[in-house]
């Protein structure tokens, strides 16, 4: 069988589960929210990279079934997350330019958010700037529902698409997520670090925050501190985990 095969079997086999990967304000030292990170533990091949699987599930059109179980996950668990007395948590999840694309998004999420009772502010959709900058009308249509509805937006992977800092002011957008590659070498690299020092100065410019994701250092991380990123998500607090996991961390047993 082709892993495309499997793919279409997966969801209906609860092969899919979700990781939680935490995002730490920079000034208190806390956990704000959790970004989900889908897992498609396959029968024989083991764990499948979403890097890998994703794609494919965007090519077949699988990717807006599975969105909609990984909206509804993320929005359970983080709900449970509230009843169990930690009110203040978000979910962060990815969307997809073919989720995206659906006439019914905005309808979906509302609803998985009535049905779950989570509050739309807990929920955050993290889109890149390929989604975003489609060649449409109605992005930026499609954002202001979303905005409505209550939920926060972030753009995903800054840097590394065709977007110009002065482009950001067009969509209303809560917080810029500056790409891995440019924390990456931030401390010896000096056109990396003026680069993520410039996306900072105008996030907040334009009313934003910034977050830095894949900080693995303490030298990352006190760079980013001096120069205001609100806030850091990487390596360096923890990886990608499950529920389980966060719940421990919660609780402060771990
Ligand atoms: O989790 P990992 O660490 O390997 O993620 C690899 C890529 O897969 C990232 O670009 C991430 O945004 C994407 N990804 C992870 N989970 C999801 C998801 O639920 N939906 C979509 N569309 N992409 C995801
Ligand atoms: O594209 P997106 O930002 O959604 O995907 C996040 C990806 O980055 C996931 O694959 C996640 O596992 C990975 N990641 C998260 N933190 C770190 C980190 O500190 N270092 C590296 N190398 N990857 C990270
Ligand atoms: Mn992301
Ligand atoms: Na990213």
Known sequence: ATLENDLRLALGRSEFRLDYQPKIQVNTGR????EALLRWDHPEHGLVSPARFVPLAEDTGQIVAIGEWVLRTACAQTQAWHAAGYP????????????FRQPELVDTIADILAQTGLEARYLDLELTEGVI??????????????????VTLSLDDFGTGYSSLSYLKRFP???VKIDQSFIHDITTNPSDASLTKAIITMAHSLGLKAIAEGVETDGQLGFLAKHRCDEVQGYLFSRPVSSTIIDAVLCGSF
Not at 88 to 99: G, I, K, M, R
Not at 134 to 148: A, F, G, H, N, W
Request: charged share 30%; with cysteine.
């Open 133 to 150: 900058m489609q060649d449409r009308d109605d992005v930026i249509e499609t954002l202001r529902s979303l905005k409505k509805i209550g």
């Open 173 to 175: 957008i809560d917080f």
């Open 88 to 99: 203040d948590l978000t979910v962060s999840v990815n969307v997809s330019a073919c989720q």
């Open 31 to 34: 956990m704000r929210g959790v």
